[in-house]
């Protein structure tokens, strides 16, 4: 395709999009197909030849839009919100036309600081204090500032991947250099996360992916909170068996019941024990 034909064709598939907006309420919220639906329909092998917009429009509608569940209709409730919007509809086409690499500055200028100054914006409409925040151009002793991830799993596994090291490096802070990798080898294997059973299943995941061990601490039936006396127990208990607490994965509203955890009595428990609360 060249760009006379994304001139075209965008046209064609922007009318699409908003036709879909416009009658998102006429198509049922739930896809009423069985598993394998789209196996039997769609080619199992990679085309010699390209397909005509046309040819895809067609598959759109007749094969994949039936298997869609449908997000942003009016009459769905499932799950959790993922609404969008027009704006982020554009947005994601520049994007598209950009495709930058944002993984330095080099890489992209422009791109990595808006993302400076997007988290800044939002850390600052939620009233953090500037020790959170990046501040770029101004003189100041902190090392706040954030980050854009892909979803709250993404961001659980970066977060747990920065606590694991900012613990190792203290703790293996006045070890000889040579002897430097194998203590934090030591130290991280006697790592261990906190988290409730009620907690979201991505900070466990993301545990194991960072090579930790997890404590889940059981809540009270009826209260479903994580408080200071258990969390405090359970951390306790593994400090007297040579583990190390390093993270605590608390809720502001659990997916199963909306529970907020007791935020002070853990926020306590994690200041005493040096524990990276999340």
Not at 180 to 187: L, P
Not at 243 to 250: H, K, M, Q, W
Request: with cysteine; charged share 20%.
């Amino acid at each position: 395709m060249d760009t006379d034909q994304l001139r075209r064709q965008g046209k064609i598939v922007v009318e699409e999009m908003a036709e879909y907006y416009d009658n998102i309420e006429d198509f049922p919220p739930m896809a009423n197909v069985k598993p394998g639906h789209l196996y039997s329909l769609i080619p199992h092998a990679v085309p010699d030849e390209p397909e005509t917009l046309e040819a895809i429009q067609s598959d759109l509608k007749n094969k994949i839009m039936p298997g869609i569940t449908h997000w942003q209709s009016p009459n769905f409730y499932g799950w959790v919100p993922f609404n969008n919007s027009v704006p982020s509809i554009i947005g994601e086409m520049y994007t598209a036309m950009l495709n930058v690499s944002s993984l330095s500055w080099i890489s992209s200028p422009a791109a990595t600081e808006l993302e400076t100054i997007v988290t800044d914006a939002l850390g600052k409409l939620l009233g953090l204090s500037n020790r959170f925040l990046a501040l770029p151009g101004q003189k100041s002793n902190h090392y706040g500032g954030g980050s854009i991830h892909g979803g709250a799993s993404d961001s659980v596994l970066a977060i747990l991947a920065a606590a694991r090291d900012k613990t190792i490096a203290r703790l293996t802070d006045n070890i000889d250099l040579d002897l430097k990798e194998a203590a934090a080898d030591s130290v991280r294997n006697k790592l261990v996360a906190y988290c409730s059973d009620q907690t979201h299943s991505s900070v466990e995941k993301a545990v194991r992916v960072v090579g930790c061990k997890t404590h889940t601490v059981p809540t009270i039936e009826g209260d479903f909170r994580l408080t200071k006396e258990n969390l405090a127990l359970a951390v306790e208990q593994d400090v007297a068996k040579g583990l190390i607490p390093f993270f605590v994965g608390s809720s502001f509203g659990t997916t199963n019941t909306g529970m907020v955890d007791d935020l002070q009595g853990v926020a306590d428990v994690c200041e005493q024990h040096q524990i990276w609360m999340h």
